[in-house]
DNA sequence: ATAGGGCAATGCAAAAACGGTATTTGAAAG
DNA sequence: CTTTCAAATACCGTTTTTGCATTGCCCTAT
């Protein structure tokens, strides 16, 4: 049954239905807001791709809208020329407007956020260090602009840190999938691969995967409350090896171990997004075309009781949404220029 | 598994993304467009259900959007009390943000169609009659109130009426689903179930379909390029009948072949749903729960060399849009104590 | 000229948002 | 205490949106 009547004639006058026809909505039904905001962020950019970086989505995604919107009104909006786009006639008349409209909306929204006590907050946000190095601090600074009445008090350390268990109000920690009642969302789940300095993969040159990772100490990061080597115990059985995951070194920060790996220490297992920087400057190296899922990841928990306090119900629902659109585009550019060595 | 080369090392840090940050667009992804117009339309009629109505959507989507609106927010907009809803000091902030917004974009669109030539414009329209009556008159109220500066020149007879053979340029038609290169939208497919004057239905009590089909002369409408009685002989194939569906009278309109059936002439394949008026009050009656869809039903059509017309093009677009997302809210026929097995 | 690169459009499959139906809840009226 | 009415919720289907990969176009550099 796919196509349905739209409402008939109602019935006759059986029914008084007070409210009569009341049209004014059939028109904002066919508002096309989201296209006109897609159309918003291209004109002003004269640019289908840097508008999709900027919002996040994709050029595609951006060129169906406007298209719909040009369509749905008669006639172009931009033209495309050779040189870049132009606004038509049309394009210029319609920008300014919906610029302000939304401006204003986004301005009043911001107000009662205000008036809600959401604004001039405080949120204490714990995140572990490889987290904050590699999209933490972009995350945060997009966030900042998008809400700059809120501040941000950032802890990072290797422990845990659950809010209200330490002070924080927000906490993004690495963990398994769990079924508790705690409010966790996953944010990014990690495919881990084996790297090692490119020295010992040409050492190793020519061995298959088993023996490779019998011939190389095992470097492992400490999760507290996990049973040691749990990561390479889960990688071994997603392949079928038979090596001794509980052997090998391990440290407490991922960074000190990713140094080890660097400098020649042995193999440690990554996520080839997370270190996609340390990857293509050849310092680290993935020999092996060998990646599991484990579930492990990072995830974002707040405390059951905060889920009320409207700026921490707003950080969460801000970062979730922030990273399901996004987990590519925002994770490969974040930082420029750094990476310690 | 084999040695990957060393991650080719594809662009380093040689990428200038000259691009900065750019975040003026992460509060604009944020703003919950949608949910800000369903708001609107609620907080304007201080009632779930009448805005749902008003926007052809049901009351469960506009609760969700105006939840998370507050939600979003970290307060409440609307507060329900039992006399009725009233809007909290953030509402009523919020209100007339939202409308004068939606205002000027809703009217800057007008004006750009009509700049497009979409406007001003004598839109002729053919739809056959039992249509028109059933739902076309509303169809077509709600388009005027929504386009106010396009005008509606109908036509409606039992021809076909093809736009570009005709003097129209939208037509509506009773048909079968073909893939020709016409362009042809299904607006409502029927589902067609025996109907007669209760009378008849009383007289035949306890037959089963085909001795009752049997029995009672076929009523027809005449097809333009149909053989004569494909919907009953669609009918019987779906429910193995052994009748004659060439048997019976046949008329040139469906409103002449209700009016036999009523007075007692014989049995129609009508929809439930378009002839809710004389089903409810009685005059018909649909003694079988057996329903079949042929693929038979109205469909939207406009010459391909129209599509380019801003006008046909908007015309057409707003009807099939208003078939796909309307419910059965104005039409839900309270047809109670019927349809006896 | 020709190869290469940047950018928008598009086919297609996957994912997410959205909508509907049915049901529950909660308050008020009979 | 039942009945009624309106809004919220659970559950689930499907339409719409999105991303990826590809195409096509035009410009630029070789």
């Known amino acids: 049954?796919?196509?349905?009547?739209?409402?008939?004639?109602?019935?006759?006058?059986?029914?008084?239905?007070?409210?009569?026809?009341?049209?004014?909505?059939?028109?904002?039904?066919?508002?096309?807001?989201?296209?006109?905001?897609?159309?918003?962020?291209?004109?002003?950019?004269?640019?289908?791709?840097?508008?999709?970086?900027?919002?996040?989505?994709?050029?595609?995604?951006?060129?169906?809208?406007?298209?719909?919107?040009?369509?749905?009104?008669?006639?172009?909006?931009?033209?495309?020329?050779?040189?870049?786009?132009?606004?038509?006639?049309?394009?210029?008349?319609?920008?300014?407007?919906?610029?302000?409209?939304?401006?204003?909306?986004?301005a009043t929204m911001q107000a009662l956020r205000h008036r809600a006590g959401t604004s001039q907050r405080m949120l204490r946000v714990h995140m572990p260090p490889t987290f904050l190095y590699v999209m933490g601090m972009s995350l945060l600074r997009e966030f900042r602009l998008a809400f700059p009445d809120i501040s941000i008090d950032l802890f990072s350390s290797n422990g845990v840190g659950l809010p209200r268990a330490t002070v924080c109000d927000i906490a993004i920690v690495f963990d398994r999938p769990r079924y508790d009642d705690a409010v966790r969302d996953p944010l990014w789940l990690i495919s881990q691969t084996p790297a090692c300095a490119p020295e010992i993969a040409e050492r190793c040159e020519g061995m298959d995967l088993q023996a490779f990772l019998r011939a190389n100490e095992l470097l492992h990061t400490r999760l507290e409350g996990e049973p040691f080597g749990v990561l390479w115990a889960a990688f071994a059985r997603?392949?079928?090896?038979?090596?001794?995951?509980?052997?090998?070194?391990?440290?407490?920060?991922?960074?000190?171990?990713?140094?080890?790996?660097?400098?020649?220490?042995?193999?440690?297992?990554?996520?080839?997004?997370?270190?996609?920087?340390?990857?293509?400057?050849?310092?680290?190296?993935?020999?092996?075309?060998?990646?599991?899922?484990?579930?492990?990841g990072y995830y974002l928990t707040v405390h059951p009781d905060d889920m009320s306090d409207p700026a921490i119900a707003l950080f969460r629902s801000w970062v979730i949404q922030r990273f399901t659109h996004v987990n590519r585009d925002g994770a490969a550019p974040p930082v420029d220029g750094l990476s310690a060595g």
């Open 238 to 296: 997603r392949f079928d090896l038979e090596i001794s995951p509980e052997r090998g070194l391990a440290l407490d920060s991922e960074r000190l171990t990713v140094e080890l790996a660097i400098t020649g220490n042995g193999v440690i297992l990554v996520d080839v997004d997370m270190f996609a920087k340390e990857i293509a400057d050849g310092r680290l190296v993935t020999p092996y075309d060998a990646t599991s899922d484990s579930g492990f």
């Open 1 to 106: 049954m796919p196509i349905r009547p739209p409402a008939a004639v109602d019935e006759p006058r059986l029914k008084p239905k007070s409210l009569p026809p009341e049209a004014p909505d059939a028109a904002r039904l066919w508002l096309p807001l989201n296209a006109l905001r897609a159309f918003e962020a291209v004109a002003r950019r004269l640019s289908f791709t840097g508008a999709a970086a900027s919002l996040h989505i994709s050029q595609s995604a951006l060129s169906r809208h406007v298209s719909r919107l040009e369509e749905l009104l008669g006639c172009k909006l931009l033209e495309r020329r050779s040189q870049g786009l132009v606004l038509t006639k049309a394009g210029a008349a319609l920008l300014p407007v919906v610029t302000k409209s939304f401006d204003g909306l986004e």
